[in-house]
C-alpha cells in the first residue's frame, strides 16, 4: 500500500526502520517487482505495509510484509523472497 506524509511518520514511529523515498534510484524497479507501495529498510531488509483488519472499527492499520533480506554484512545488497508477514501491525491514524 502507498502511504501519505501522515501514514509514513506514524509507521516509522511505530517501527525502527527508515522510509525509501520515492526518488530513489531502487524505487522504479521495487514498484515494477513488488507493486506500488511505500518501501521501508530496516536492519533485516525491505518491508511494506499491507492492508490489515483493525483492532477497533474506525482504525486503519498496516501489517508489515517482508520482501527481502540484507543478502550481506555490510546491508548493502538485498536478496528477495516470498513475501512473508511478520506478524507486527502498524496502526495508521489514531
Given at each position: 500500500?502507498?502511504?501519505?506524509?501522515?501514514?509514513?511518520?506514524?509507521?516509522?514511529?511505530?517501527?525502527?526502520?527508515?522510509?525509501?523515498?520515492?526518488?530513489?534510484?531502487?524505487?522504479?524497479?521495487?514498484?515494477?517487482?513488488?507493486?506500488?507501495?511505500?518501501?521501508?529498510?530496516?536492519?533485516?531488509?525491505?518491508?511494506?505495509?499491507?492492508?490489515?483488519?483493525?483492532?477497533?472499527?474506525?482504525?486503519?492499520?498496516?501489517?508489515?510484509?517482508?520482501?527481502?533480506?540484507?543478502?550481506?554484512s555490510t546491508s548493502s545488497s538485498?536478496?528477495?523472497?516470498k513475501p512473508v508477514v511478520t506478524?507486527v501491525v502498524v496502526v495508521l491514524?489514531?
Amino acid at each position: 500500500m502507498k502511504l501519505n506524509a501522515t501514514q509514513v511518520k506514524q509507521t516509522l514511529t511505530q517501527m525502527d526502520a527508515r522510509v525509501l523515498p520515492d526518488d530513489h534510484p531502487a524505487v522504479g524497479q521495487l514498484v515494477e517487482l513488488f507493486g506500488d507501495h511505500t518501501f521501508f529498510l530496516d536492519e533485516s531488509g525491505l518491508k511494506v505495509l499491507e492492508v490489515a483488519e483493525p483492532a477497533e472499527e474506525d482504525t486503519q492499520a498496516g501489517k508489515v510484509v517482508s520482501l527481502a533480506d540484507w543478502s550481506d554484512s555490510t546491508s548493502s545488497s538485498l536478496q528477495a523472497h516470498k513475501p512473508v508477514v511478520t506478524g507486527v501491525v502498524v496502526v495508521l491514524n489514531q
